[in-house]
């Protein structure tokens, strides 16, 4: 199941004993990716691809894929390396693998070209000092142009603390403005990453302590179409919405979320419904999405 798939990428263990019945529980709303591609001449497409990683006892077959797209899920019925059709232009995408049912994911930005033909791969780090400074080897993932060869997405770990680089924000009169919310529960929802990059941390990472991002504090946007990636952080588990924000100068926007109990064929899923508003009037500027967290 498409669903299942997804959530399995942050699966926590649970419990339904004490749930309430599944037929009483909201319709989770998953939406699937499904382009508009009127007047486009030649679409982009995007696949997944498969590996084989040679262990002890045989060989662990590694699914790597996109698992969102602009807010939308993006794979169906578990076929990584169908190709997805694309509208040339700014993509916001979550990517990532699974292999059985343990994987990750990072955000990742994508300006898709006329025709262009992509494919996400991936690769161990082959640094395995640094790898074990973050207590596991990283998989690195990036997206090549499979007819020239280009890589278009630069190698990236799935550890989105040891992403190199960092988003710099624009200054002026003119720049747009987002932040976070957070529920007095401690749940969460913030920006992580613009355009790819990732929003610097506000505490950073030490031998004793793991970085940390206010989400409440106003990252600043240059006016445009802008790749935001929402990350949603309840206790052990973290996911992340890629969306497209049309960001208009001036205007600040916020990120909002309701969190509940829904539930999706035989399956109770706790569900963050995220949305972004125009924090003066209240306008919600990109559409409220369901992100599937904890199954029960």
Not at 16 to 40: H, I, M, N, R, S
Not at 122 to 151: F, Q, S, V
Request: charged residues 20%; glycine residues 10%.
């Amino acid at each position: 199941m498409k669903l299942l798939r997804l959530a399995a990428i942050a699966l926590v263990a649970g419990t339904a004993a004490c749930a309430p019945k599944l037929e009483t529980l909201p319709v989770a709303d998953f939406q699937a990716y499904k382009p508009d591609l009127t007047g486009v001449a030649e679409p982009a497409t995007l696949r997944g691809s498969y590996s084989q990683k040679p262990g002890l006892v045989g060989s662990a077959t590694y699914a790597v894929g996109v698992f969102a797209i602009n807010g939308k899920v993006a794979f169906e019925d578990e076929k990584f390396d169908a190709p997805i059709e694309l509208k040339p232009g700014p993509q916001s995408l979550t990517i990532g693998y699974l292999v059985g049912r343990r994987g990750d994911s990072i955000p990742v930005m994508l300006n898709a070209k006329p025709g262009g033909r992509y494919v996400i791969k991936r690769a161990e780090d082959t640094n395995w000092a640094d790898g074990l400074n973050y207590n596991r080897i990283r998989t690195w993932l990036y997206i090549e142009d499979e007819r020239t060869g280009e890589i278009v997405v630069p190698n990236t770990p799935d550890i989105i603390m040891s992403i190199e680089g960092r988003y710099q924000p624009p200054s002026g009169a003119d720049v747009a403005t987002i932040r976070g919310t957070v529920h007095e529960s401690g749940l969460s929802v913030y920006p992580i990453a613009v355009d790819g990059q990732i929003v610097p941390e506000d505490r950073q990472r030490g031998v004793w302590v793991a970085p940390r991002w206010e989400p409440t504090k106003s990252v600043a946007l240059a006016p445009g179409i802008r790749a935001i990636a929402i990350l949603a952080r309840t206790g052990l588990y973290e996911g992340y919405l890629p969306v497209l924000l049309d960001a208009k100068p001036g205007v600040s926007y916020t990120v909002k979320f309701d969190f509940a109990l829904k539930r999706s064929g035989g399956v109770r899923v706790h569900t963050h419904t995220i949305w972004i508003e125009d924090a003066a009037t209240g306008e919600i500027v990109v559409p409220k999405s369901d992100l599937p967290g904890t199954i029960l």
